[in-house]
């Protein structure tokens, strides 16, 4: 099982859930964090998040920025358990963790990220190469 | 075989670049659709959102069924996507032994026909009079498949079904 949770400053965590959800459905166990939405203490959902910890799952974390104090907080709980942790998460690297059908390793987990980072791009029309396709390499 | 003819009035996007070829274990799509075949600029934005792995194919829809004399073309696992009815049947009329079901996913909201002259079934069908004509008649057939799944993780629900709830 892969437990999934996404935490952010706001509402970007339930954000990237719906689009999540809206584009693929609901394929795993993800939990979220808004942060700072109120005035509760929104470590203690972290704490939830680790409260039946199984080292036979698989946890992920997504946060939004490296330096943000939501990473700061989860970054500790390394002390205790064993988790992926990614910061700075695009959607596409959302998707791709909730997709992906094997078990999650660190190498597995680098070279999702190295191929989500390259969706960060700008667009321009002459960034495509030839357009035409033909029947032959189709098929 | 054509696995399946996706009705999806945004052509290729990503629900369907994510999610339908894994789910019909296939990695060619053609996009069906005579505006497309002409606009360099749509076709590029298509591409855009097809999956390295999938290859893809925009054809007019004379195109598409010349496409399938080929003996090689009529073995190969595919799906079609075209946006609108009205082609959907054009397809299944012409070859209909090729094709395994039609999934009619989203239809009309973006043609600018204005909704109130629009039948709408669920909330991602809206039927121009022309659409409802194509729909009835793809229904007549026994032997096709119409269903309506937008994704894979929803289930698939019989069109006709749809319709008699209104």
């Given amino acids: ?139 | 075989m054509i696995k399946e003819l996706r009705v999806d009035d945004r052509l290729i996007h990503g629900q369907i670049a994510l999610t339908w070829p894994k789910a019909l274990g296939v990695n060619r799509i053609i996009v069906t659709n005579d505006a497309a075949n002409d606009d360099k600029t749509q076709q590029m934005s298509l591409k855009m959102a097809v999956p390295t792995n999938v290859k893809a194919l925009i054809r007019s829809v004379e195109d598409t069924l010349s496409f399938f004399e080929n003996p090689k073309a009529q073995t190969a696992d595919l799906m079609i996507i075209v946006n609108n009815i009205v082609d959907a049947k054009k397809l299944v009329d012409n070859l209909p032994t090729l094709i395994e079901r039609v999934n009619i996913a989203n239809v009309g909201r973006f043609d600018g026909i204005p909704t109130d002259d629009k039948i709408s079934i669920g909330s991602s069908i809206l039927l121009s009079v022309n659409e409802k004509r194509a729909l009835d008649s793809l229904l007549e057939d026994p032997k096709i498949d119409v269903v309506h799944q937008i994704i894979p993780d929803n289930s698939a629900r019989k069109l006709k079904d749809l319709i008699k709830k209104g």
């Avoid at chain 1, 935490?7 to 459905?25: D, K, M, P, R």
């Avoid at chain 1, 203690?44 to 997504?62: L, P, S």
């Avoid at chain 1, 791709?96 to 980072?117: F, G």
């Fill in chain 1, 1 to 139: 099982m892969r437990k999934i949770l996404i935490a952010t400053h706001s509402t970007l965590a339930s954000g990237a859930l719906n689009s999540a959800t809206f584009l693929i459905g609901n394929q795993s166990d993800i939990s979220i964090i808004d942060a700072y939405v109120d005035e509760t203490d929104y470590t203690q959902k972290i704490d939830q998040f680790f409260e039946y910890y199984n080292t036979e799952d698989e946890y992920v974390i997504f946060t939004d920025l490296f330096g943000g104090s939501v990473n700061q907080k989860i970054f500790t709980y390394k002390n205790n358990f064993e988790f992926f942790l990614i910061t700075g998460f695009n959607l596409p690297i959302l998707l791709e963790i909730i997709l992906y059908n094997q078990s999650l390793t660190k190498e597995a987990v680098k070279q999702l990220v190295e191929n989500c980072r390259k969706e960060l791009q700008v667009v321009e029309v002459d960034s495509f190469e030839s357009i035409a396709e033909d029947e032959e390499s189709f098929l």
